[in-house]
């Protein structure tokens, strides 16, 4: 019987996946259910510190906008944090356990005092970190459209 396998990513972004069923004979069904798309944003507010949640956030930031100097830069995570550093930016603040949103807000929270936080974000963010704040200290601006685009999927081995 011949595997099936389907994971929720564009084929683009499987090379290695993509080998290893080629030479297994295994069929691979790749289909990401989400695309993203920029949004034209304007800042309101001054602000001393961003807000990465994403490095899809830290990738749409930086294509429309500039991080000015001295700005305290902050991220959910390490992967997020990475996406700054390797673009040649120093991170204030990671959070310890991105999947803990909870935790990260109230760490944020006391990490960053008194600083207005602007936090750029998709259309559909949960708030998770910046409901932790009272709106006279942030700016939330919606910098890309997260959209979805379901599909049925055959049956499959695993």
């Known amino acids: 019987m011949s595997k099936t396998i389907f994971i929720t990513k564009s084929i683009n972004e499987l090379q290695q996946l993509v080998d290893f ?7 691979l069904i790749a289909h990401s259910f989400l695309q993203f798309e920029a949004i034209p944003f304007t800042i309101e507010k001054p602000f001393e510190a961003i807000f990465f949640g994403s490095p ?11 991080i000015p100097e001295n700005t305290l830069l902050a991220c ?7 996406s700054l550093t390797d673009k040649g930016y120093s991170v204030a603040y990671t ?6 949103t909870s935790q990260i807000a ?3 929270k006391n990490f960053i005092g008194d600083n207005r936080i602007l936090f750029p974000q998709s259309n559909i963010s949960h ?7 009272s709106i006279e ?7 890309y459209k ?11 081995s695993q």
């Open 21 to 27: 069923c080629f030479n297994n004979n295994i069929e």
């Open 56 to 66: 899809r956030a830290v990738d749409f930031y930086l294509a429309q906008e500039t």
């Open 76 to 82: 959910v995570g390490e992967i997020t944090a990475k």
């Open 95 to 100: 959070g310890v356990s991105a999947g803990d």
């Open 106 to 108: 109230k760490d944020f």
């Open 127 to 133: 708030r998770s970190i910046s409901s932790e704040f």
């Open 137 to 143: 200290k942030i700016e939330e601006i919606n910098i």
């Open 146 to 156: 997260t959209a979805t685009y379901p599909k049925t999927i055959p049956t499959c």
